[in-house]
């Protein structure tokens, strides 16, 4: 399967960039995976509803042409459902004997992602409750996307 990771901004942190190519290179036992970073809009300090609103209008079209034909796409909202590790692994495996040969994981700028592109989703996803610094979000899908892997796999890294 090919794994497309969509991600409005680019990461900064070198730890950060060190954790996703570690999981890349683990993945890679697994999957082809491929990360797309589209170019955030840059907003005011303190952004209107309305400036807000067209900025994940711009995001969300950059990010619709990037879709490919027959994927399977999930998008990283707050609204979306919670899943433990294993329930992750049999809805990616599912998608995968569903037909789709590409799962794409759409994660948005900080300000979260147009309702079109939501619309134009599969499946919705929330890594938590809780808040979380939004860059780490693409170190954590990565690391539950391999973490899924292992599970399917019968691996020993999932406790």
Not at 29 to 47: D, H, K, M, Q
Not at 82 to 110: M, P, Y
Request: charged content about 30%; proline content about 2%.
């Amino acid at each position: 399967m090919n794994i497309i990771l969509l991600c409005v901004g680019k990461l900064k942190e070198n730890y950060l960039k060190e954790a996703c190519k570690e999981y890349e290179k683990r993945l890679s036992a697994f999957c082809r995976i491929t990360v797309e970073e589209i170019e955030a809009e840059r907003l005011s300090e303190n952004p209107s509803e309305a400036e807000t609103a067209l900025a994940l209008e711009k995001e969300g079209q950059r990010l619709l042409k990037k879709l490919p034909a027959n994927a399977c796409v999930y998008t990283l909202c707050i609204e979306g459902a919670r899943k433990n590790s294993k329930e992750f692994a049999l809805e990616l495996e599912k998608s995968a004997i569903d037909g789709f040969g590409t799962a794409v994981f759409i994660i948005g700028s900080s300000y979260g992602l147009s309702e079109q592109v939501k619309k134009a989703s599969n499946r919705r996803l929330s890594m938590s409750e809780m808040t979380f610094p939004h860059q780490l979000a693409r170190v954590m899908l990565m690391e539950q996307i391999y973490r899924a892997y292992t599970i399917i796999n019968n691996r020993r890294y999932h406790k």
